[in-house]
């Protein structure tokens, strides 16, 4: 079995984070998300990957490399636009051959790998075999229709009127025979080439199309607020460890992992949290669910709950929560007179200022 991991997406909905990164390399618990699918293949037993890449390529392969670092030897398929999850099928017919494999958006993030997934797959061998999961807004996913039995007859695209509340999360296994039904496919309403159309096609075929609801954890990480919850849910899980410095005044409560060349200085840690390498930490709180990246400063501030990517610095500003803050961003207090905000911001940036 191959895998096909699609990291091509624009991410329009993390900007203006994403009009200098990709959206697959933001960090959870300092650690890019695509990385975690990443090992969750390789855990599976997959060796072959290709990553399907856009506008970001140069990004991602200094960030992936060959793969071996993950135990994959990585082919990169470049997707000159995003056109939907089928059209990343279509480019990856050469590479795929007549194998099965695993598609894996590469910013979802699932919890508890894929190894069963996959070991199911190849005793049964249907054609495909979806995950779903109950959402409180299915017109925001692809959907599926089951029978009674349990059996998927019909799929939907982000359909304004759901036929259930069961949307397709971002793990898909495929026999070849999804190459056909790729070829015939026409551009959606979207102007997309749906994964989910093509799977309808391998119904109406008579093949066979088996699902499974899952109970764990499943985030599509395209906003801050479900990557602030993912970050979230994988520092709860971090061994903590002091490998940078900690100074004798300075208080670590709970899991905290401080990383080799971190300093902490007069400061409080109340973990779950991370304090990333060459990061500094003087004067300052930094409170549970906060993931500090590499050499960032934070300096007589409270910040909690919260993501700050590598080189950002927060100076004198009170109190921070549920923020996502990007890479190099300096954030200071501004001067008593006049009373006011001084603001610069990129394009589809949101601040809450409270006066």
């Not at 795929?96 to 894996?104: A, I, N, P, T």
């Not at 930094?286 to 007589?300: D, E, I, Q």
């Not at 950002?312 to 954030?331: N, P, T, W, Y």
Request: charged content about 20%.
């Amino acid at each position: 079995m191959k895998a096909l991991v699609l990291a091509g997406g624009s991410g329009t909905r993390l900007r203006p984070i994403t009009h200098t990164s990709a959206k697959q390399l933001v960090p959870v618990a300092n650690k890019p998300v695509l990385f975690y699918g990443l090992e969750a293949i390789a855990a599976a037993g997959i060796q072959e990957l290709g990553l399907v890449v856009g506008d970001t390529q140069a990004e991602i392969e200094s960030a992936v490399g060959d793969g071996s670092a993950f135990g994959l030897q990585v082919t990169y398929l470049r997707q000159e636009a995003p056109l939907g999850l089928a059209h990343g099928v279509l480019i990856a017919r050469e590479f795929l051959g007549d194998e099965d494999f695993v598609m894996y958006l590469g910013d979802n993030f699932i919890v508890g790998g894929i190894r069963d997934l996959v070991d199911r797959f190849t005793r049964e061998r249907p054609a495909a075999q979806i995950m779903l999961t109950e959402v409180g807004d299915p017109s925001q996913f692809g959907v599926a229709e089951l029978d009674a039995n349990g059996r998927v007859v019909g799929l939907e695209e982000k359909p304004a009127r759901p036929k259930s509340d069961l949307a397709l999360v971002g793990v898909y296994l495929f026999s070849p025979a999804v190459h056909a039904a790729v070829a015939e496919l026409k551009p959606s309403w979207r102007g997309e080439l749906e994964i989910t159309d093509a799977i309808q096609w391998l119904i109406e075929a008579g093949l066979r199309v088996e699902s499974s609801v899952i109970s764990g954890y499943w985030k599509d990480t395209g906003n801050v607020t479900d990557m602030l919850e993912v970050n979230r849910l994988v520092l709860e899980s971090v061994e903590p460890g002091v490998r940078g410095h900690v100074d004798e005044v300075s208080e670590l409560i709970g899991r905290v992992v401080v990383e080799p060349g971190a300093v902490v200085e007069r400061s409080r840690v109340v973990g779950p949290a991370i304090i990333g390498r060459d990061a500094r930490i003087q004067d300052s709180y930094v409170g549970p669910f906060t993931s500090v990246g590499a050499s960032c400063v934070v300096t007589g501030s409270e910040i909690e709950y919260s993501i700050l990517l590598p080189r950002a610095s927060i100076d004198g500003v009170g109190r921070i929560e549920a923020s996502l803050i990007g890479h190099d961003v300096e954030v200071t207090r501004a001067p008593n007179t006049p009373r006011a905000h001084r603001l610069v911001l990129g394009d589809h940036s949101k601040v809450q200022i409270t006066t």
